[in-house]
């Protein structure tokens, strides 16, 4: 098992470009989620997938953030466009049943740096 | 969402001493995760605890769960230098994090 694979592990882009994180969950695990984490506020769930589908984005900060599950194997975490304040490691994970049932398995992150 | 206060939130020691985390909620849990995450790491799953009153270890760490379920505490006994990290916990079902508690070890 390779575990949670996220691309690329680091970002550097100027302000107003687009971003696109990328992710691919353990295969058979039926949720996925996207978090952001930075040392003024830590550990944040922007929003959660199960089976594709987004349950919950209410950690979504605004508009120019936007995540995709076209397929079980894969998401997208899309900011566009791209401000300093949104420099941080993004990580994915991925769970095989519902949240609290199960652990979450994390991938290594992405550090994007917008400058 | 719930909320789950973690406290401390930085915590130096020697090695040696003792360390605990306490994580604290205003509802009862129906369980709470337990991570850590080593510096310049990601999250990786310690523990569950589901029933009341429940105590669980793992060598020299010890994880335990109110009996209200509205508090949990995970103990480490006689620190080491691979100890050093950020302990985070997640209660319930909605996998938000506390703020996680920072411990670093002095040799």
């Known amino acids: 098992d390779a575990g949670v694979i996220q691309s690329p592990r680091h970002e550097v882009t100027e302000m107003g470009q687009e971003v696109t994180l990328r992710c691919k969950p353990i295969s058979g695990h039926d949720y996925l989620f996207w978090y952001r984490q930075t040392m003024m506020r830590g550990l944040e769930l922007l929003i959660y997938?199960?089976?594709?589908?987004?349950?919950?984005d209410s950690g979504m900060p605004e508009d120019r953030f936007s995540a995709k599950m076209p397929n079980a194997s894969f998401s997208t975490l899309k900011i566009q466009p791209s401000e300093p304040r949104d420099s941080a490691v993004y990580f994915c994970?991925?769970?095989?049943?519902?949240?609290?049932?199960?652990?979450?398995?994390f991938g290594n992150g992405t550090r994007l740096t917008v400058t | 969402g719930q909320q789950v206060m973690q406290i401390p939130q930085y915590q130096h020691v020697q090695e040696g001493e003792d360390f605990t985390t306490y994580c604290n909620s205003s509802t009862t849990l129906s369980n709470i995760q337990w991570y850590k995450q080593r510096p310049g790491g990601h999250p990786v799953f310690l523990i569950q605890?589901?029933?009341?009153?429940e105590v669980k270890k793992q060598k020299r760490l010890t994880f335990q769960f109110g009996e209200a379920k509205k508090n949990s505490s995970l103990h480490i006994t006689a620190t080491q230098t691979t100890d050093v990290g950020t302990y985070f916990c997640a209660g319930n079902n909605d996998m938000r994090f506390g703020a996680g508690t920072r411990l670093t070890v002095k040799p």
């Open positions: 994970a991925s769970s095989q049943f519902r949240p609290g049932n199960s652990p979450l398995h």
């Open positions: 997938f199960n089976n594709n589908v987004p349950i919950d």
């Open positions: 605890l589901v029933k009341s009153g």
